[in-house]
Each structure stands twice: as structure tokens, then as C-alpha cells.
């Protein structure tokens, strides 16, 4: 079964300094991934899509990740970390019917 | 620009109730999705549609319902409403590129 890892449950970063979020998948094919984030008490946003092609994807608001086949990974960064950038990230893999698995998520604290 | 509408944003609902979430959308997405959302856990695939008429289960359906009468509205029906349901329950629809685009989401405590 088709399944996502985020092995962080919650990291914690100053502002200004670099982030990296991880995701490993297990999946048959060459998935379809998606990053999502999630601001308290909203819905989930798409920050950036990887389908195929190039596989260091830049998303929204600074965001970018790299798809590494070999790893199973499909891990997000940001360069310089805004406090505005707290909120909790779901990676995402699409299944058969368009629908997607989730990971449990990470959540993002930024200190000043 | 609504996008993905959900209503209500908040509800309480007895044991054994029953209610139905709305959801809307304006972008005549084919595909529509159920969630729901609890702590730690990511988001649980409830029900989907592939298009008007068409519905099938997700990952956790018991006790839900939905229905797909028209392309824009996907109602999540709940029977007998159970602890166990207090969740965010979110909407989403989707083009056949798979990006899913989410409604806000409607917050359920069952007491």
C-alpha cells in the first residue's frame, strides 16, 4: 500500500536561518508528490507539485524541493525561514482517482 | 474567487444526531473529496466522486454518506453521530492534474 513518512513530527527554527522538511514515500510507480501547508485554523494550501521532469521543484513563497528517487524522498526547504512560515506542512502522494495520501505532517515553530 | 466553500466552520452535535456538512465548489472540478483531520494523524481520505452521480468510499467511511447529485456540491452526511467523529472535517476538489484545492474546513465536537 501506498504510504507517507514525515519523520518529524514538529522542528523548530530562528528566523532567517534555513529549513528543511522530510518526506519519504512508498509507492509502485513514479508518484505525483505535493507539499501542502496548513496555517492554524485554515485549510491546506499547495506550496508546490513535483509530476515529472526537473526534479528540484520551486514552489510559493520561497519554497522548493527535491525529488530523489533513489531515496524515496521528496524533501521541502526554504532558504531563510519567515516567522510568518509557522504553520504545519503535509507532504502528499496521489493515489489511483486523483486522491492523495498524507503524511502525519510537521509542524513549524519559528523563534525570533 | 470562492474556490472550495464549506458551511458551518463550527458545530456541536449530540450523541446520536445526525447533520450534513456542506460543501461547494465553483470551479467545475469533475473530482470532489471527504477528509477528515485529527491530531498527528494527517488527513483521512473519507469519500470521494469522480463526477456527478459517481461516489465511492475512502479510507475511513463508517458512518458517513455522501451524495453527487450535481457537479458543484458534495454533501457529507453524518447518521448517528459518535465521539469518535469529532474531527475538522475538510472538502476539496480537484482537476485531473490531482493538485486538490481545500475548503476551509468545518470543526465537529460530538458530546
Known amino acids: 500500500a501506498q504510504s507517507v513518512t514525515q519523520p518529524d513530527i514538529h522542528i523548530t527554527v530562528s528566523e532567517g536561518a534555513s529549513l528543511e522538511l522530510r518526506c519519504n514515500y512508498s509507492y509502485g510507480a513514479t508518484p505525483y508528490l505535493f507539499w501542502y501547508v496548513q496555517s492554524p485554523g485554515q485549510g491546506l494550501q499547495l506550496l508546490l507539485k513535483y509530476f515529472s521532469g526537473d526534479t528540484l521543484v520551486q514552489g510559493i513563497k520561497g519554497f522548493e524541493a527535491e525529488f530523489k528517487r533513489s531515496q524515496s524522498s521528496f524533501n521541502l526547504r526554504k532558504p531563510s525561514v519567515h516567522w510568518s512560515d509557522a504553520a504545519e506542512y503535509f507532504c502528499a502522494v496521489e493515489v489511483n482517482d486523483y486522491k492523495l495520501s498524507f503524511g502525519a505532517g510537521t509542524t513549524v515553530t519559528v523563534r525570533a | 474567487n470562492a474556490g472550495v466553500t464549506q458551511t458551518p466552520k463550527f458545530r456541536i452535535l449530540k450523541i446520536g444526531q445526525s447533520m450534513t456538512l456542506q460543501c461547494a465548489q465553483d470551479?467545475?472540478?469533475?473530482?470532489m473529496y471527504w477528509y477528515r483531520q485529527d491530531p498527528g494523524m494527517g488527513l483521512k481520505l473519507i469519500y470521494y466522486?469522480?463526477?456527478?452521480?459517481?461516489?465511492d468510499k475512502g479510507e475511513v467511511p463508517n458512518g458517513y454518506n455522501v451524495s453527487r447529485s450535481t457537479t458543484e456540491d458534495f454533501p457529507l452526511r453524518l447518521e448517528l453521530a459518535a465521539p469518535s467523529q469529532t474531527s475538522v472535517y475538510f472538502c476539496?476538489?480537484?482537476?485531473?492534474?490531482?493538485?486538490?484545492?481545500f475548503g476551509q474546513g468545518t470543526r465537529l465536537t460530538v458530546v
Open positions: 466522486s469522480v463526477g456527478a452521480g459517481i461516489t
Open positions: 476539496a476538489s480537484s482537476p485531473e492534474s490531482g493538485e486538490a484545492f
Open positions: 470551479m467545475n472540478h469533475n473530482y
